[in-house]
C-alpha cells in the first residue's frame, strides 16, 4: 500500500497519464500484429522440429527436445500475455476497476517473470548438454537421453516459476506499469523489492553469462578438432555445426534481447538517491526507458523460431555449399592413442 493514497490496491501506483496519451502509446494493432506474427513463427518452429526428430541420433535428439521446450515456452508465453495486453489496449479499461483485488496483476507479473527467465535459463540448459556432448562424449549414458532432457526442462520452469511466485509470497511486489498496460516487478527501494530485483538479473544475468562461456569452450573444441593433425579423419559432422550456429544464434538473441532490461533494472534499484519516491512514483523518463526496454525483451519470443528455422543445414548449405561435399563421418568422441609395435 502506498502512503500516499489509501484507496490504492497495492499493485497500483501514482500513474499520471490520460486516457489520450495511453490511446498514442497503446496501439492494438501494433499488440495483435506482434503476437501474431510471434504465434506464427512458434507454430513453424514446432512443424519444423517435428519433421526434424524423426530419424535424429541420441545427441542431437536430446538437443532438438530442449528447442521444442524453448518454442513451446516462447509460445505460450506470446498467447498468455499477448491477451491480456491486447484486450488491455483494445477497450483501454481502468486496470484499478477491473482488477481491485490485484489478481490479474499478480497473474500477469508472475507469467512476465517465468516466461522471461525461461528461455534464458534453457539456453544454459543447451549450452551445457553441447558442452558434454562435445568435450565430454563418454560421460552421458546413451539411454534415456530424451526423457533426460524433458526432465531438465521441467526443472527449469518449476525453478522459473518458484522464483515468479515469490512476490506472492512476500519477497518483492508486482505493479502496474507504465502506460497502465501490464504487470510487472517493482523498482522500488524497499528492501523486498530491491531483493527480488537483483535476484531476477542475477539468475536471468548468470544464465547468459554461463552460455557464453560453455558454448565459447565448445565452439574451440570444434575448431581444433577441425583444423587438428587428424582432421581429415575427424571433421565435425554437419549436424554438430548445426546445432552450434543454432545455440550461438540462441544465445546471441537471448544477450541482445535480454541484457539492457537486465542491466537496466539492477541500475534502478541500486540509484542512490532512489528511482521511486515514498509515494511509489517513477519519473516519466524511467517508466519510458523500461517501456522500451521491455519491448526489446519481448523480441526474443519471435526471433528464437527463426533462429532454428534459418539455422538448419538445408539452409546452411545453400549458403555454403562445401559443407555438403564434406565427410560426415566423423566421431568426435576421442581416438585411443596408438601404440608403436614392435618390428
Request: positive net charge.
Amino acid at each position: 500500500m502506498w502512503s500516499n493514497d489509501s484507496s490504492l490496491g497495492p499493485c497500483f501506483r501514482p500513474m499520471n497519464i490520460t486516457l489520450e496519451e495511453r490511446r498514442l502509446i497503446a496501439s492494438p494493432w501494433f499488440a495483435a500484429s506482434f503476437c501474431l506474427v510471434g504465434l506464427a513463427s512458434n507454430l513453424l518452429a514446432l512443424r519444423v522440429l517435428a519433421g526434424a526428430r524423426q530419424g535424429s541420433s541420441q545427441g542431437r535428439s536430446s538437443f532438438l527436445t530442449f528447442l521444442c521446450g524453448l518454442v513451446l515456452t516462447d509460445f505460450m508465453g506470446l498467447l498468455i500475455t499477448g491477451a491480456i495486453v491486447v484486450s488491455q489496449h483494445a477497450i483501454l479499461f481502468d486496470w484499478h476497476a477491473v482488477d481491485p483485488s490485484c489478481r490479474l496483476c499478480r497473474f500477469m507479473g508472475v507469467v512476465m517473470v517465468f516466461f522471461g527467465l525461461c528461455p534464458l535459463l534453457l539456453g544454459a540448459a543447451m549450452a551445457s548438454e553441447r558442452y558434454l556432448g562435445i568435450t565430454r562424449p563418454f560421460s552421458r549414458p546413451a539411454a534415456a537421453s530424451q526423457r533426460r532432457a524433458w526432465t531438465i526442462v521441467g526443472l527449469v520452469w518449476a525453478t522459473a516459476l518458484a522464483l515468479g511466485l515469490l512476490p506472492l509470497l512476500g519477497l518483492g511486489r508486482y505493479t502496474v506499469q507504465y502506460p497502465g498496460s501490464w504487470c510487472f516487478l517493482t523498482l522500488g527501494p524497499a528492501p523486498g523489492d530491491v531483493a527480488f530485483g537483483l535476484l531476477f538479473v542475477l539468475l536471468g544475468s548468470f544464465s547468459v553469462g554461463l552460455s557464453f562461456l560453455l558454448n565459447t569452450i565448445s565452439v574451440a573444441t570444434l575448431c581444433h578438432v577441425y583444423h587438428g593433425q587428424e582432421a581429415a579423419q575427424q571433421r565435425p559432422r554437419d549436424c554438430e555445426v548445426e546445432m552450434m550456429a543454432q545455440l550461438l544464434g540462441i544465445m546471441v538473441v537471448a544477450s541482445v534481447c535480454w541484457m539492457p532490461l537486465l542491466v537496466f533494472i539492477a541500475q534502478t534499484v541500486l540509484r542512490s538517491p532512489p528511482a521511486m519516491s515514498p509515494t511509489g512514483q517513477l519519473s516519466r523518463a524511467t517508466e519510458k526507458q523500461l517501456l522500451i526496454y521491455l519491448r526489446v525483451a519481448t523480441w526474443n519470443q519471435i526471433l528464437d523460431p527463426w533462429v532454428y528455422i534459418l539455422f538448419r543445414r538445408a539452409v546452411i548449405r545453400r549458403l555454403h555449399p562445401g559443407l555438403s561435399t564434406r565427410s560426415r563421418s566423423l566421431s568426435l568422441q576421442p581416438q585411443l592413442a596408438r601404440r608403436p609395435t614392435m618390428a
